[in-house]
C-alpha cells in the first residue's frame, strides 16, 4: 500500500463553523448530532475519516458488532455514515488501539470475553480496520489476553502492548489477573513477543488500577515513558527481552479517569486527583516533575485534546468519583502551555462521563461524543466544538477566513525540508504538526504536539520536518499553516516514515 492509495484530497473539509455568540472568546459547541452507536473508541484514518466501535446501533455493549465510518467531507446527515458488519465475531469492547504507520489500518488488539456468565476477561484476539476497503480481519493473536490495555509504537517501528487486565474479580472474592508482562509485534515476522524482563506489578499491573489502559508514550532516548496510575514514572526499553527504569519523584494524586497528553516534543502534562496538574520534562538524563496551575474543576471521565495550536482542551467529566449525573461538568476549559493558565470555554449541551470521547479533526474542530455503557445517558450522538481560533477577533460571531494549504504532502522523512504553497490574506506565523488521534477511556494515545520551523517567501513555505523519530515518532500527522491572527488552515494529512 503506498501513500497515494490513501490520498483524498477533500477528506477533513469538515463543517462549516456556526455563528456563535462571544465566539472568539469561548468557541462554540454545535447542535448534538446523532451517531450510529456510542462512540467508546475512535480514532483517524489515514483518509480523514473517523471510525469508531465497541457499541452496538441500539446502545448495548459489544464490540462483536458493527462499526461505524464517518465522513466529515460529507456532512453530518445518515449519507455520511457507514455501518459496517464486524464479520470476526471478536468483541472489541475496551481494546486497543493504534495507527499502523506502514499499512495506514487501525490494530485492534484484545477486548471482552464473557465466560460462565460474567464480562470483563481479556482476550488474545488481534484485528486490523482497512480503509481501503473498509474490511476487518484477524490477524496473529497476542499471547497474553488484555482488556483495557494501551497499544502504540516503540522506536523500532513495533507496536508494544501494554497491561490490561487478564481476569476479573471473582464473586467469591478471587482477585483480578492484571497483564503484567507487556509484549510488541514484530513487523518483520508478524509474531508477537514477550518482554519478560518488564515485568512489573507498579507499571502496568494491579497497583491502584495501573492495568487500566497505561499512559504511555514515545520518549526522545527510544523509550517507552509511563505515567502509572499509582504515581510511578518508568521508562521501557523494548530491545531483547525488555527492560523497565523506575525513577523518582512519584507523583502524588493518583487517579486512572484523568486525561494526560505529550503537549512538546518529550514535555507531558496529567491531571491528578483534586484538580492539581503535574508537567514533565523527560528530555533530560531523566525526569523533571513540576506543579501547574490547578485544573478550574475535578474532571473523573474527562477528555484531553490537543488544538491546532497547541493549547489543551479539557471537556467533560464528574466532580465525583461515581458515574451519575450529579457533578458533571457541561463547560469545557482551555490550558495554554505559554502562560500556564487555565480559561473556562463554552458549554456542551449533554454531559460526557465514562465511555465518553473527543479527538481533533483535520479542519481543526474537536469531535466530542458518548457516554454511557453504563450510565445515567446512553449518548449515541456527538457534538462539534470549535475553538476561538476559527473566529473573528471583531465579537461578530463569524467565522475568519483561513488560510489554505495548496501542496498536498504524502509520505515524507524526518530531516526532510518540505515545500509548501499557501493562500492567505494574512503571513503564516506557526505551522504545526499534530499526531493522529487514536482516543478511548479519557487517554488520546495518538496525539502529540510540536511547532515546525519555516522559512516564508510571500505564500511559499520552506518547512523543516523533524529531524528524527525521537522527536516525532513514524504515522499519520496533521500539518497545519497558522496566521498572524492564530487562525489555523485545514490540515494536510501525511504520513511520516522511513
Known amino acids: 500500500m ?23 472568546r469561548l468557541g462554540h459547541f454545535g447542535p448534538v448530532l446523532a451517531w450510529p452507536s456510542v462512540p467508546i473508541h475512535w480514532g483517524l484514518t489515514p483518509d480523514g475519516r473517523v471510525m469508531s466501535f465497541g457499541a452496538t446501533s441500539d446502545g448495548q455493549q459489544g464490540g462483536y458488532r458493527d462499526y461505524v465510518v464517518w465522513d466529515p467531507a460529507r456532512g453530518s446527515g445518515p449519507e455520511s455514515f457507514l455501518l459496517l458488519p464486524n464479520t470476526t465475531a471478536v468483541d472489541s469492547f475496551c481494546a486497543g488501539q493504534w495507527l499502523l504507520a506502514d499499512t495506514g489500518e487501525t490494530l485492534i488488539s484484545g477486548g471482552n470475553q464473557l465466560i460462565d456468565g460474567i464480562n470483563g476477561y481479556g482476550r488474545t484476539d488481534v484485528m486490523r480496520f482497512n480503509p481501503l476497503d473498509n474490511g476487518v480481519r484477524l490477524v496473529t493473536p497476542m499471547q497474553v489476553p488484555r482488556w483495557y490495555a494501551t497499544t502504540l509504537a516503540d522506536a523500532r517501528g513495533q507496536v508494544v502492548a501494554l497491561g490490561g487486565r487478564v481476569v476479573p474479580a471473582m464473586p467469591d472474592g478471587e482477585r483480578a489477573v492484571a497483564a503484567r508482562v507487556p509484549e510488541v509485534l514484530d513487523p518483520a ?9 518488564a515485568a512489573s506489578d507498579l507499571a502496568y499491573g494491579l497497583s491502584m488500577g ?4 497505561p499512559r504511555a508514550w514515545l520518549g526522545p532516548d527510544d523509550r517507552l515513558f509511563i505515567v502509572a496510575h499509582n504515581g510511578r514514572l ?5 530491545a531483547g527481552q525488555g527492560s523497565l527504569t523506575a525513577w523518582t519523584p512519584r507523583l502524588a494524586n493518583v487517579s486512572a479517569h484523568l486525561p494526560a497528553a505529550m503537549y512538546a516534543p518529550g514535555r507531558l502534562i496529567t491531571v491528578r486527583n483534586g484538580q492539581q496538574v503535574s508537567l514533565i520534562d523527560i528530555n533530560g538524563a531523566r525526569p523533571v516533575v513540576s506543579a501547574a496551575a490547578p485544573i478550574s474543576r475535578h474532571r473523573r471521565f474527562a477528555s484531553g485534546t490537543l488544538l491546532a495550536n ?9 466532580s465525583v468519583e461515581d458515574n451519575v449525573l450529579e457533578g458533571a461538568h457541561l463547560q469545557a476549559e482551555l490550558w495554554d502551555p505559554d502562560s500556564g493558565a487555565w480559561r473556562d470555554l463554552a458549554s456542551a449541551a449533554l454531559p ?41 477577533q471583531d465579537g461578530s460571531g463569524e467565522p475568519a477566513a483561513r488560510p489554505v494549504i ?29 499526531g493522529a488521534s487514536q482516543a478511548t477511556h479519557a487517554f488520546n494515545v495518538g496525539q502529540r504536539f510540536q511547532a515546525l520551523k519555516f522559512r516564508a517567501d510571500g505564500q511559499r513555505l520552506r518547512v523543516s520536518l523533524p529531524r528524527d523519530r525521537r522527536q516525532a515518532p513514524a504515522g499519520y500527522y496533521l500539518l497545519f499553516a497558522i ?3 492564530g487562525v489555523p488552515s485545514v490540515a494536510k494529512l501525511l504520513r511520516l516514515r522511513d
Do not use: K
Open 2 to 24: 503506498c501513500s497515494s492509495d490513501l490520498a483524498n484530497p477533500i477528506a477533513g473539509a469538515g463543517l462549516v463553523p456556526p455563528v456563535g455568540p462571544d465566539a472568539q
Open 189 to 197: 515476522t508478524g509474531q508477537w513477543r514477550l518482554l519478560d524482563g
Open 210 to 213: 495501573s492495568w487500566w489502559y
Open 234 to 238: 518508568f521508562s521501557l526499553d523494548t
Open 310 to 318: 497547541g493549547q489543551w482542551f479539557v471537556n467533560g467529566g464528574t
Open 352 to 392: 460526557r462521563l465514562y465511555h465518553s470521547n473527543a479527538m481533533l479533526l483535520p479542519d481543526g474542530t474537536v469531535l466530542t461524543g458518548g457516554g454511557g455503557l453504563p450510565g445515567p445517558l446512553v449518548n449515541a450522538n456527538v457534538e462539534i466544538y470549535y475553538p476561538p481560533y476559527l473566529y473573528r
Open 406 to 434: 495548496d501542496t498536498t504532502p504524502q509520505a515524507v522523512t524526518w530531516g526532510e525540508s518540505l515545500a509548501l504553497r499557501t493562500r492567505s490574506a494574512r503571513p503564516i506565523a506557526r505551522m504545526t504538526l499534530v
Open 483 to 485: 496566521d498572524t491572527d
